[in-house]
């Protein structure tokens, strides 16, 4: 493996765009050497991250078409991070001058948002490595060496988006590369961090920075309805059970029936046969509250197009309480749903701009 590194180091120094012969050899060191010196130590990377070992994958990439500047090989969780786009990985990236090679523990640096994916902003890229940090601190305090900054030397945004998107990583330097045991050790530490972090994501449903799972939810539903075979591609982590959705909504709908009778409001529930969640009441006055729960920081909720018409026709006398940071206790059986932080919006004016449209419905004519 210190010989594939070597030579990748020696390759990226005479990078081009186009497919040239040494771009090529490049191509075959990425996509198919390394890989394959990987799947050598398949079996003892599956227990270093605790996943399956048919849930072990592999890949190298480097460019289609025009050749990129910066080159990796990545092992990941297929079933959690379905591409490079999204999720968390073990990465090797090569950097533009050929100096270094970072062993990386990264995130997908894009986002699906319903139509194609696009580079996650630098805040949200941040939200998710201060996440990941303390999951991993334990494990990863035991090495001094590890950096939490990583340079690539490159001129394009892809290079910068995996320096933002890096949580921890060894340096290795092009005049000072170990031997392969080494590199094999290094890559089953790196492989028990990333195994921490799956852990860790499958116990919550919410990491700062994410797409709200509601979001997710959405979008993915839209595009498996529309037969898109790029809803294949964009999932990322695991989606709520009817029995998660239901602690989240019975936390929401509470929280926000204790802060209105607070207030003085006599409290109706009646989100079973309208189609907004409380009905208030206080002498002469009429208050229709649309109910909104959510395990993230509650920037975006979806609302249908029923929830949206109606609560025009009741403005100004109504109101959405969204219920955001509820804490989501999976260990349980049901689920159950604590805390959580509600802010009210009333009267509640829905402006064509505040909206995203997820899908649509087309006459086609015949």
């Not at 991250?49 to 072990?56: R, Y």
């Not at 945004?157 to 392969?180: F, M, T, W």
């Not at 529309?226 to 009817?242: D, E, H, I, K, P």
Request: hydrophobic share 35%; proline share 4%.
């Amino acid at each position: 493996m210190d010989e594939l590194l070597s030579e990748v180091l020696d390759l990226q120094r005479v990078w081009q765009a186009q497919n040239t012969d040494p771009m090529k050899r490049r191509g075959v060191v990425i996509r198919t050497e390394m890989p394959n010196w990987l799947r050598e130590h398949r079996d003892a990377l599956a227990v270093a991250m605790n996943v399956p070992i048919n849930d072990v994958g592999i890949e190298g990439r480097d460019g289609t078409g025009l050749k990129t500047e910066v080159a990796w090989t990545r092992l990941y969780s297929q079933s959690r991070s379905a591409s490079a786009t999204t999720g968390w990985y073990i990465v090797y990236l090569f950097s533009a001058s050929g100096e270094q090679v970072y062993l990386s523990l990264n995130q997908g640096t894009t986002q699906w948002t319903g139509g194609d994916f696009k580079p996650r902003k630098p805040a949200e890229l941040q939200s998710r490595v201060d996440w990941a940090r303390p999951v991993i601190s334990h494990q990863a305090g035991k090495r001094p060496d590890l950096l939490t900054n990583i340079h690539l030397d490159g001129r394009t945004s892809l290079g910068k988006g995996y320096e933002q998107g890096n949580v921890i990583a060894i340096e290795y330097q092009r005049h000072a590369l170990p031997g392969p045991d080494v590199l094999r050790e290094d890559l089953l530490f790196m492989a028990t961090l990333l195994g921490q972090l799956y852990k860790a994501s499958d116990a919550t449903p919410y990491i700062p920075g994410d797409v709200p799972v509601e979001i997710r939810e959405a979008t993915q539903s839209a595009a498996t309805t529309a037969n898109r075979r790029s809803a294949r591609r964009a999932g990322q982590g695991f989606l709520l059970t009817a029995a998660e959705r239901n602690a989240i909504e019975k936390r929401s709908v509470l929280l926000a029936t204790e802060h209105f009778e607070a207030q003085g409001w006599s409290v109706k529930d009646v989100g079973a046969t309208k189609s907004y969640d409380l009905l208030l009441s206080r002498g002469d006055e009429r208050l229709h509250v649309e109910v909104k729960g959510t395990t993230s920081e509650g920037t975006q909720v979806i609302l249908t197009r029923a929830e949206v018409e109606r609560q025009r026709e009741l403005a100004p006398h109504n109101a959405l309480a969204v219920v955001h940071s509820i804490q989501l206790d999976r260990t349980t059986q049901p689920p159950t749903a604590s805390g959580g932080t509600l802010h009210c919006t009333s009267p509640w004016v829905i402006e064509d701009d505040s909206l995203t449209v997820i899908s649509y419905i087309h006459q086609t004519g015949l």
